[in-house]
């Protein structure tokens, strides 16, 4: 069921990086996995419970290490030559658009992790000074 589902996804979008991801693209797969994945759990309890100022910084890390894998991608699927590949790739403006589509908002949500992180009140460490 689930390599139907790949394929269905693989056919529809005509995501190659799927089926025959490039080294660079299992480096980022390999971060996901062991970097990213691991973060999330301790994330979704610093934002459920609230008021967590230490998840500033491993907010700040994680959003950072995703937006510049995700410029990678984007840039792959908006300029790589697609006619070479193996598998179907993007062929049309509107292809790639779609495709692009279908990864930018894993851009958009670490930015605006990322946007949160350095502007909120609720998570700058505003250090207090003693007054003599």
Do not use: N
Not at 5 to 11: A, F, G, K, N, R
Not at 33 to 45: E, R, V
Not at 46 to 59: S, V
């Amino acid at each position: 069921k689930l390599t139907e589902l790949l394929q269905w996804y693989v056919t529809t979008f005509r995501d190659p990086l799927m089926l025959q991801p490039p080294e660079w693209f299992k480096a980022f797969i390999y971060c996901e996995a062991f970097l990213q994945l691991p973060f999330f759990p301790i994330a979704g309890y610093a934002f459920l419970k609230g008021g967590c100022r230490w998840i500033r910084t491993p907010a700040i890390i994680y959003s950072t290490h995703v937006a510049t894998t995700l410029f990678a991608i984007l840039a792959h699927v908006l300029f790589h030559d697609f006619s070479k590949s193996e598998h179907l790739g993007p062929r049309t403006l509107r292809e790639r658009l779609i495709l692009l589509s279908v990864y930018v908002p894993y851009l958009v949500i670490p930015l605006l992790i990322l946007f949160t992180m350095l502007h909120s009140p609720h998570y700058s460490h505003v250090e207090k000074r003693k007054r003599k």
